[in-house]
């Protein structure tokens, strides 16, 4: 009989040969991590189903130039040619896998958001839960899984640790390996990192994942692929994210023991030593020392998780945020407005993200509303952008962003084109690739209920129509017992309409007698504008 150490070993092994054997999403891939693809500037790995680029011979995709959108952009990134992640991807990589039908990933390897199977065919609604509905089994597995997740390397991604040009245009390639969690909180990192001019200089005003009307596509696609990768890691292909519903919540209900991690005894700046969160070690936090050094966070360790919730400056950030104010903010019908940054007045994404007063709907950048309020309260790892997604809290605050963001989506019904087109800062226009996913993904791909991506809230499921389904529930059982008899009756009941109906024709001809003029069976079109139809819109 196994002992619990070996079920635990065995348990991690199977783990890691998941990694192995399944392809993931994220960075630059491994297999176009070479001098080969950043020179030809092709990253067309085959398929290992059948061995050709892109499982092209199974008609899952094909090898083709990038379409990159001529958008007009917004102002606020006055540069050209200066950063790697301007028109993404294309200074590393101009030919990249186009998947057709359901396919998807670096090679079409994958099915898109929302469908599985062989062929990607079968179509799948996977349900989001509130942390505190999962019992204690479950978020036991949620939390051993964030855990396997920080301890497990990413086989099929590697990160940058270099700019294009210090790669010396590619003939020097600069990449690490780099565990799955920390795939991610580089993502977040590089996506969000100042622009680096040259000598001491940067730039700052610059943002491809916040600040912008990206910002909410760009955190959902995120998660998709955190879910994504847990599922794969673990084998465990029903696992979705737990979110954590912060309204009017007094203080941080997730902060101990029992789920993310409790204050430490002796130090309020770091988590309890009984929390497996604990251990863990940070990366990409020291933005002004890689600023200084003209450097990419080459993802080293830089400390423990950094977590004080409550102890933040109050005047930016008084209290969490309000079930009043999250109502408000659903009520805006502008999604994007003004300038499509943080100074935007009046528009549900800016006002969301934090930037705007959540009664109000008027920017405050001197505020930090709603999203912005947690990473503020948090104070500690999540209250810094860059590195916020190192704390894990990081996943299940941005799960509940998203479902406001899903609210808002089915309470408007807006169409793809309120999506800014153009004029939106740098790397936010709709048909803008966000940066750094590989495989490639447009904003505008992700502005569309969660449903069609595979996914729901468990929250916002429908529960007056679940109601009226199990109200109709005993009467339908009832009526297919009857089934027999009711069609019976109304062939019985139709043969004698039509025989009564024949008599009394009979009876008005035998009266009227013949007439000079035979009336018409169908109403005059004078008279159409009188009738009204029923319709479903």
């Keep these: 009989m196994l002992s619990c150490c070996s079920v635990s070993m065995l348990l991690f092994a199977l783990a890691f040969l998941l990694v192995i054997l399944q392809p993931s999403t994220g960075q630059f891939p491994r297999v176009c991590a070479n001098v080969q693809s950043l020179l030809s500037k092709e990253c067309c790995p ?31 990134f006055p540069f050209s040619g200066v950063d790697d992640r301007e028109d993404w991807p294309s200074v590393f990589y101009n030919r990249t896998c186009r998947c057709e039908g359901n396919f998807m990933g670096f090679s079409c390897g994958e099915c898109k958001f929302g469908f599985s199977g062989l062929n990607c065919t079968e179509r799948q609604v996977k349900i989001r839960r509130n942390i505190f509905q999962l019992t204690a089994s479950e978020k036991n597995k949620f939390l051993a899984y964030l855990n396997l997740a920080k301890n497990i390397p990413s086989q099929d991604y590697v990160i940058a640790i270099g700019t294009y040009a210090q790669m010396n245009n590619g003939s020097n390639p600069m ?20 622009t680096l001019l040259g000598g001491s200089n940067v730039w700052r005003d610059i943002d491809f994942a916040h600040e912008a009307p990206g910002f909410l596509p760009w955190h959902r696609v995120f998660l998709l692929m955190w879910e994504r990768q847990i599922q794969r890691i673990t084998g465990d292909e029903n696992f979705t994210i737990p979110y954590w519903d912060w309204r009017d919540a007094e203080d941080c209900e997730v902060c101990n023991d029992e789920y993310m991690g409790g204050r430490h005894p002796t130090d309020p700046n770091l988590l309890s030593p009984a929390s497996i969160f604990s251990s863990w070690q940070v990366i990409c936090t020291q933005s002004e020392e890689y600023n200084s050094q003209q450097a990419l966070c080459s993802a080293t360790s830089e400390g423990p998780i950094r977590r004080n919730p409550g102890n933040n400056d109050k005047s930016r950030t008084p209290r969490l945020p309000s079930s009043a104010e999250v109502e408000f903010c659903l009520s805006l019908t502008q999604y994007e407005s003004g300038p499509m940054d943080k100074m935007a007045n009046y528009s549900f994404r800016n006002t969301l993200e934090g930037f705007a007063d959540p009664q109000t709907a008027i920017s405050n950048p001197a505020q930090s509303g ?3 309020a947690l990473h503020i309260y948090m104070n500690g790892s999540m209250s810094q952008v860059q590195g916020s997604a190192n704390d894990p809290i990081f996943v299940l605050h941005h799960a509940f962003v998203d479902s406001i963001f899903e609210r808002w989506l089915r309470r408007h019904r807006p169409m793809l084109e309120l999506y800014p087109a153009a004029n939106a800062p740098i790397g936010h226009n709709r048909e803008n690739y966000m940066v750094p996913f590989i495989p490639l993904y447009r904003n505008g791909e992700f502005f569309k209920p969660s449903r069609e991506l595979g996914y729901d809230y468990e929250y916002l499921q429908e529960p007056a129509l679940q109601s009226f389904q199990d109200f109709l529930t005993p009467y339908l059982q009832q009526a297919r017992q009857i089934w027999a008899w009711l069609v019976g009756a109304a062939v019985f009941g139709g043969i004698v309409t039509a025989v009564l109906t024949g008599l009394i024709r009979a009876c008005r001809k035998k009266k009227e007698g013949t007439s000079s003029e035979i009336q018409p069976l169908l109403i005059e079109s004078e008279d159409y504008n009188n009738i009204t139809y029923q319709s479903n819109f």
Aim: hydrophobic share 30%; glycine share 12%.
């Design 46 to 76: 085959p398929w290992d189903g059948d061995g050709s680029p892109c499982g092209e011979l199974s008609g899952r995709g094909s090898c083709q130039n990038i379409l990159l959108s001529q958008a007009p952009l917004g102002p606020q």
């Design 370 to 372: 709603l999203h912005n």
């Design 175 to 194: 990449f690490r390996d780099i565990n799955v969690y920390d795939l991610f909180v580089w993502m977040h990192y590089y996506a969000s990192r100042d």
